[in-house]
T-cell receptor, first 114, second 115 residues
Framework: DAKTTQPPSMDCAEGRAANLPCNHS???????VYWYRQIHSQGPQYIIH???NNETNEMASLIITEDRKSSTLILPHATLRDTAVYYC???????????????FGQGTTLQVKP | NAGVTQTPKFQVLKTGQSMTLQCAQD?????MSWYRQDPGMGLRLIHY???????DQGEVPNGYNVSRSTTEDFPLRLLSAAPSQTSVYFC??????????????FGQGTRLTVV
């Protein structure tokens, strides 16, 4: 599985966009980029995933560079409730040798401030 | 639709005791897994299963056993609890490798203390 690198912590002002970067320079062609977050000590919550195109859902946008070696998760209008640890995970799609198990790194602790 | 349900939520064990952490999902997911999370750390994969009757080891399997006799249930057994197994345990489920890539669903965790 490709490894990911994320900054350990970031701050964001409430109401502003939060841009969380992730490097995954060894990603292979059939691997997807997933983002999860963990609020306090709750179970991780899925946010979004993508292969090579930019993706958007009701929670966030995912921007993947053309070479797929890095990505950015964007929370367009961060609120205090978005304070959490955000994990960027690279995982193989179906048909690959990867069985779908998730390998978590340290993640980025996002602190949204009033 | 309850999602992924873990029981118990909290447990205190004495060193050497055994116990089973329960995990059940009602989404007919093929894939289930167990993680542990130590303070200030990310989640680490203990064991996983890609379907009933099939299990495999993750990153930190020592001291734990699993079985998958049904699609719905994936219990985690601590054979002889040690203080090093004090952690928060999360169970997860997903559609599995024969489905398009999609999200995993996590339970709310079991907080285990071994004294």
């Amino acid at each position: 599985d490709a490894k990911t690198t994320q900054p350990p912590s970031m701050d964001c002002a409430e109401g502003r966009a939060a841009n969380l970067p992730c490097n995954h320079s060894t990603i292979s062609g059939n691997e997807y980029v997933y983002w999860y977050r963990q609020i306090h000590s709750q179970g991780p919550q899925y946010i979004i995933h993508g292969l090579k195109n930019n993706e958007t859902n009701e929670m966030a946008s995912l921007i993947i560079t053309e070479d797929r070696k890095s990505s950015t998760l964007i929370l367009p209008h961060a609120t205090l409730r978005d304070t959490a640890v955000y994990y960027c995970i690279v995982q193989g799609g179906y048909g690959s040798s990867n069985t779908g198990k998730l390998i978590f790194g340290q993640g980025t602790t996002l602190q949204v401030k009033p | 639709n309850a999602g992924v349900t873990q029981t118990p939520k909290f447990q205190v064990l004495k060193t050497g005791q055994s116990m089973t952490l329960q995990c059940a999902q009602d989404m007919n997911h093929e894939y289930m897994s167990w993680y542990r999370q130590d303070p200030g750390m990310g989640l680490r994969l203990i064991h996983y299963s890609v379907g009933a009757g099939i299990t495999d080891q993750g990153e930190v399997p020592n001291g734990y056993n699993v079985s998958r006799s049904t699609t719905e249930d994936f219990p985690l057994r601590l054979l002889s609890a040690a203080p090093s197994q004090t952690s928060v345990y999360f169970c997860a489920s997903g559609r599995g490798v024969r489905s398009p890539p999609s999200e995993a669903f996590f339970g709310q965790g079991t907080r285990l203390t071994v004294v």
